[in-house]
């Protein structure tokens, strides 16, 4: 039988669910703090048959980022949307970023505006169930595992935010210690700038779940801090104040937590995760990928994608509360 529910997501950390879009830097201008996205199509009627619009295909076909001493104005005029920076100082640090380390990916948007899909929804709620019915143990023994029949009965809907735009433009960097057992960390690979819904941020949907929901989504909930604990260890353990602070709201936020879209990483994607890891060694040691990782002497897996938050490191990207309730 199936039930009507509706289900609530509350952002609890700047969140990222992407559909592979990204802003190049040519479709915006950073000005006054905020990214402000520009309505080339627009640009393109009023251009046309003056003697700017030359000029301006030039730039284009020429330019890795628009010049604002030359088009600053376009800024103002064709802005179609103005996404606030999280912080002032990130302006300096666009500047000086490689031109292909600002092409900007963007949160999820439908015909009707920002969404978030039911699927990445029901990925997250998938592996935190395999989880729960996975003992350690069992690990060891399977060949190929799959959550394709998990949440059968579960059918929901892309989810809506409540309110208006709350989204701003974030700063991050992937950390990794430099030794083994160590406090100290180098920052690998490239900073990258991205578009997150805002903590505090709520979406809703419907749906319909089995007459069994609720002794899964128990046990859903019950796995949500598995994760969780994995970061906040690698945050006192490198000393990352802020870290450690918005992980500890996060865990105080209670219920059925979720780490979902980008940034999570293999710690969002897998049930191989902390005490589990040990049993699953024979799975993942033939994977080029991950032979050579699990190989040395660091903890696997050694790095953290982290958000700064007023110019430090500030916390862990894509975490949500969810709640469900039943449609009377």
Known sequence: MSIPIRWRLTVLTPTLIGDGKRLAPIDYMVWKDQVNVLD??????????????????????????LEFKSWGGYAQSYAVRRIPLEDPGLVALWEQAK????????????????????TALKGALKTALLSARTAPADLASFRKMTAAKLLRGWRLGDGR????????????????????????????????????????????????????????????????????????????????????????????????????????????????????????????????GYRQALATAFAFPKSQRILYLGGEPGTAPGWVRLEFSKVE
């Open 161 to 288: 935010p409540e309110q208006g735009d709350r989204y701003q433009v974030y700063y991050s960097r992937v950390a990794a210690p430099v030794k083994p057992g160590g406090s100290e960390l180098r920052w690998k690979a490239a900073p990258t700038f991205v578009e997150c819904a805002m903590p505090g941020t709520v979406f809703h949907g419907r749906g319909t779940v089995e007459a069994d929901w609720e002794t899964e989504f128990a046990a859903i909930s019950e796995q949500s801090g598995v994760m969780l604990a994995r970061q906040r260890e690698f945050a006192t353990v490198h000393r990352l104040g802020s870290l450690q602070k918005n992980l500890a709201g996060v865990e105080a936020a209670g219920g059925c937590l979720l780490s979902v879209g980008w940034g999570g990483g293999f710690l969002s994607k897998s049930i191989a995760t902390g005490p589990r890891l040990a049993a699953a060694r024979a799975l993942l040691e033939p994977v080029p």
């Open 40 to 65: 080339q199509s627009l640009i393109f009627r009023r251009l046309a048959g003056t003697p700017r619009m030359e000029g301006y295909l030039a730039e284009l076909s020429r330019a890795r980022r």
């Open 99 to 118: 031109d292909e380390e600002i092409f900007i990916p963007t949160f999820c948007t439908g015909p009707a505006g920002k969404q978030v899909p039911a």
